[in-house]
């Protein structure tokens, strides 16, 4: 198994990060987006999308950090991860879904603007970022898992990297106690790694 990896990524950390959780090896093939790596068309064979991360396993070549994880779910993991009750599956979809907006578009896009200076509209993505966290908030002090189980799923894994990065776009997260304590039990689970920022 192969991943195409970026380290400042958070969709590739979230990848990784899940990989370690559920003790699986996979190597690890920087991408270097600065040098236009992900546009040649090699790495175009592997994601037609141009876009880190990107899974090889054996014949199957798959972008997108929500699909991998769910790949890497139900293909290598315990179903605790990805459950098969339709309830649960469709709660999970729900914050895949959410991390891929919500979070994306909020705290992630505040990141990039502040991290590596992409322009952004900075009041809009404030206020999105401040509405994501206020949600999530709300979520965790009802819940000790996002799609509500009594165990972590990998609901919790897309949505936590850009969330607990939003330091790096200069988005405070201290006010945000059900957050915080929703962090330190992701960081307490067996095989947590961090990435930089975090």
Known sequence: MQLYDLNLSGNCYKVRLFLSLIGQQAELTTVNLH?????????????????VPAL?????HLGDSQAILV?????????????QDAVQQGRI?????????EVQHGPGSARLGKLFGVPID????????????QLLDTQLGNHTWLAQGSQPSIA???????VALAGDGGIDLAPYAQLNAWFARIRALPGYIDMPGL
């Open 35 to 51: 040098a236009g790596e992900h546009q040649q068309a090699d790495f175009l064979a592997i994601n037609p999308r141009g876009q």
């Open 56 to 60: 090889v396993d054996g014949e199957l």
């Open 71 to 83: 790949y890497l779910a139900r293909r290598y993991a315990n179903d605790a991860w990805y459950p």
């Open 93 to 101: 979809a729900g914050w895949l879904s959410f991390a891929a907006n």
């Open 122 to 133: 900075q009041l809009a993505v404030q206020k999105k970022a401040t509405a994501t966290l």
């Open 156 to 162: 919790d894994i897309a949505v936590y990297p850009y």
